[in-house]
């Protein structure tokens, strides 16, 4: 089955700062490549996605890369504010029928203010 | 966007006993949901993928008879933890499947979760 492997697994910066997390996935055949936000005991939220046949996409502050060939993908939030922190988990998602989603194993996000 | 709520938020029960939790979906008809399990700090792992109107299918390592689940509607899936046990206390999270109209490009939707706790 998939594997997906996430780094760091904590990540301070100061407020206005970049954060950069990344992942690594291993079964050729995914396809869809989700980043969720996850408050503490909320439910996991979408934040942006990328499918494989795209290699970066951009919604305003956060921004999506995929390397296909080395499989690997990586959010990047720029200009982060206190209200960005939170657990952010990377997913991947196969190409059956089903589509399951197996998660990373998640980056707690402190931004300092 | 899509809404799935689950039912109850919290719970908390004795050992030996069966709880259920329910995931609808509010506005769209799901045929595939998810069920997943997180411990504290920990990611979220898939327990298995509940079909309407068909046999759940389940992770390696999850036990069938122990996590019943059932998905008779289009809207509805039940998770039932049978002879609750200290160690199933968790957050239980569903997710619905909403098909878009390209193939291909569904997308999750997850319910607010129900935390477990088993005394």
């Known amino acids: 089955g998939e594997n997906v492997e996430q780094h760091p697994s904590t990540l301070s910066v100061q407020e206005g700062d970049s954060a950069v997390i990344k992942c690594t996935y291993s079964d050729s055949a995914s396809n869809y490549f989700p980043w969720y936000k996850q408050e503490l005991g909320k439910r996991p939220q979408l934040i942006i996605d990328i499918r494989s046949n795209v290699g970066e996409k951009k919604d305003q502050r956060i921004a999506v890369t995929l390397n296909k060939t080395a499989k690997h993908f990586s959010l990047h939030i720029t200009e982060t504010q206190p209200e960005d922190s939170a657990v952010y988990f990377c997913a991947a998602s196969d190409s059956g029928g089903y589509q399951k989603v197996t998660f990373g194993t998640g980056t707690k996000l402190q931004v300092i203010p | 966007g899509a809404v799935v709520s689950q039912h109850p938020s919290w719970v908390i029960c004795k050992s030996g006993t069966s709880v259920k939790i329910e995931c609808r979906s509010l506005d769209f008809q799901a045929t595939t949901m998810f069920w997943y399990r997180q411990f504290p700090k920990q990611s979220l792992m898939l327990m298995a993928t509940?079909?309407?109107?068909?046999?759940?299918?389940?992770e390696q390592g999850v036990e069938k008879d122990k996590f019943l689940i059932n998905h008779a509607s289009l809207t509805l899936s039940t998770l039932t933890v049978t002879s609750a046990h200290p160690e199933d206390s968790s957050f239980y999270i569903c997710?619905?499947?909403?098909?878009?109209?390209?193939?291909?490009?569904?997308?999750?939707?997850f319910g607010p979760g129900t935390r477990l706790t088993v005394l």
């Open positions: 997710s619905a499947r909403k098909p878009l109209a390209v193939p291909g490009t569904d997308t999750q939707y």
């Open positions: 509940s079909n309407e109107g068909s046999k759940a299918t389940y």
